[in-house]
T-cell receptor, first 113, second 111 residues
Framework: EPEVTQTPSHQVTQMGQEVILRCVPISNHLYFYWYRQILGQKVEFLVS????????KSEIFDDQFSVERPDGSNFTLKIRSTKLEDSAMYFC???????????FGSGTRLTVV | DQQVKQNSPSLSVQEGRISILNCDYTNSMFDYFLWYKKYPAEGPTFLIS?????DKNEDGRFTVFLNKSAKHLSLHIVPSQPGDSAVYFCAASLNTDKLIFGTGTRLQVFP
């Protein structure tokens, strides 16, 4: 069973709407990541987050995207005004120490219509 | 951006035989390589990794080989089992936690 839980598993939203994807890591996770996989394409890095700050972000992660961990538990990815091309599987990942071998959640399938 | 490439989209292997999954990369500065396994409707699961200072790492039935001069790594699974059927992604990192993934190879192990 995955140690990182993502909700919802599937979300359908209208173009232009805001969506919030949630990730619930286990308590000793300190490092957090979001990746996405557009259907038929490779898994792509979006952002890494540590100590309540973005550590690194990709060019995909533009002003429409934001991340936060408001309650010290849930780690969220917000897309302010969704576009059709935002449709993808979004994976959260977390780790208790730095290093690339982290644990992925089972993903949220976002469908923008 | 094709820094990490998996040229074989699929591979079919008989149970008990060796599965060899290949991955090529273009950036000689990558310092860490990983293999992830992915089942449908699940996230990638970390399988095995190798540092760029090594050429082999073994964990049970899984062995990863790194050939830096050829910018090539491979994952060997022996003996292959039906439960190994999944999509396998290789990934690389460059002094950070950010992973650059390949496109994946679908492995099917048949009885």
């Amino acid at each position: 069973e995955p140690e990182v839980t993502q909700t919802p598993s599937h979300q359908v939203t209208q173009m232009g709407q805001e969506v919030i994807l949630r990730c619930v890591p286990i308590s000793n996770h300190l490092y957090f990541y979001w990746y996405r996989q557009i259907l038929g394409q490779k898994v792509e890095f979006l952002v890494s987050f540590y100590n309540n700050e973005i550590s690194e972000k990709s060019e995909i992660f533009d002003d429409q995207f934001s991340v936060e961990r408001p309650d010290g538990s849930n780690f969220t990815l917000k897309i302010r005004s969704t576009k059709l091309e935002d449709s993808a599987m979004y994976f959260c990942a977390a780790a208790s120490s730095t290093g690339p071998g982290y644990t992925f959640g089972s993903g949220t399938r976002l469908t923008v219509v | 951006d094709q820094q990490v490439k998996q040229n074989s989209p699929s591979l079919s292997v008989q149970e008990g035989r060796i599965s060899i999954l290949n991955c090529d990369y273009t950036n000689s500065m990558f310092d860490y390589f990983l293999w992830y396994k992915k089942y449908p409707a699940e996230g990638p699961t970390f399988l095995i990794s190798i540092s760029s200072i090594k050429d082999k790492n073994e964990d049970g039935r899984f062995t990863v080989f790194l050939n830096k001069s050829a910018k090539h790594l491979s994952l060997h699974i022996v003996p292959s089992q039906p439960g190994d059927s999944a999509v396998y992604f290789c990934a690389a990192s460059l002094n950070t936690d950010k992973l650059i993934f390949g496109t994946g190879t679908r492995l099917q192990v048949f009885p």
